[in-house]
């Protein structure tokens, strides 16, 4: 007789639970509970899988004096950004998540880095595309490589068996959402199969040492589609962002089990696939002779590097009874509350106006240190007088009008001298690490949103 186990499981966190209910007692969320079949029961499971992959079953206690100590071994990359986000190289036997919404671009990086591995044996399996879509986003990225294997394959068993034949060094799977496994019944995609296919392939990376990528789809609301868990599991887990309108890509670190998660990666989308990008202030900044009025630019890091963007704001006569608030890239709170400042201690009347606020390039910025600049492009908008393009800014704003102190304020201000920037507008709280520092470019110290008015215009 076939034992067939059935569970519910919430799609939004992955919570199991044997009975329905309407209210997920983990997330909270409503109406989330659906039926998935787990276990068919006339399969049996190969417990040995890995064994004849390896040729040894390792016993599995181990004394914590007897484990090698140093570094983990990394596969060195082409890719300098990949391999500053992955924390130097793929490090052997990881499992790393790359999420993304669709048209990102997981596909053609993933893609072009294991192409550009010549010395390894790499198996992309592509549950989304065919082998002539694979091939020909393959000719557009236009690098060969003899050791480059293509499946087109969902189910996680054939898979292993391919697997066990060709010996990958490295196996990137497109997507996590798209693997089906034998032993769960449910459809791909759902709660159980994520879980399954990602443990199966979690026992294959550690068990062989072999690295796997794995590609996964982000939800509406953008996180990581499937259960919680799957972050969980893997070793690190990678978000490509940006707006597919615009070339460029920002590829962030939100865990890593091997590195750091402050750090992130710029790419440029090209015809001829993604661009590392090493200088990314330099593109950002677009003409810098024009005086344009609503313009400004902050001095910004994200993760480590520091990042010089443009902030634009067009402050409008509002014809509407409400007046409209419209952001881009920029927190539309954050932009509320700084209006709000303005209004109340500067005197400026915003609640007549329409504010559109933007930060150049398609990129989402969350550091505060950009309110300075916010504020110079509102003001400057407002009065419509330009500020001068030679002035940067890093501070952020609080809500009695004071500007506070940021951090890393000598990697901001030598990122702005090297730019060719004559002065930056700072916090004076910032003094402290001001005063050591020689530079040519002339740093501002300002305490109050009043004293930055009174300054630039
Ligand atoms: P893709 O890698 O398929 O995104 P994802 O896997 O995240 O869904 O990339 C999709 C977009 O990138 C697609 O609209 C075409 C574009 N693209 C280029 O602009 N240049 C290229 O060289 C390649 C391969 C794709
Ligand atoms: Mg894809």
Redesign the pocket.
Known sequence: MSKTKTSFFCQNCGYESAKWSGKCPACNEWNTFVEEVIIKGTIQKDKDDWKDYTGIKKIKTISINDVASGEEKKIALNDQELSRVLGGGIVLGSIVLVA?E???????LLLQNGLQLTELVTLYISGEESEHQVKM?SD??GTSNDNFYLLTETNTQTIFQEIKKLKPNLVIVDSIQTLQSPFVESGPGSVSQIRECATELQNFAKETNTPVFL?GHITKDGNIAGPKILEHMVDTVLQFEGDSHYAYRILRTLKNRFGSTAEIGIYE?????MRAIHNPSEILISQKEDQLSGVAIAATVEGMRPLLVEVQSLVTQSVYGTPQRTVTGFDGKRLQLLLAVLEKRGGFHFGMKDVFANIAGGLKLEDPSIDLAMVSALLSSYEDVPVKHQYCFAGEVGLSGEIRAVNRVEQRIAEAEKLGFEKIIVSKYNRKSLDKLKCNIEVVPLGKVEELYRYLF
């Not at 669709?102 to 053609?108: D, E, L, N, Q, V």
């Not at 989308?269 to 696939?273: K, Q």
């Open positions: 993304g669709p048209g990102i671009g997981k596909s053609t986003r557009r990225i590609i989308m090209t015809g001829t696939g």
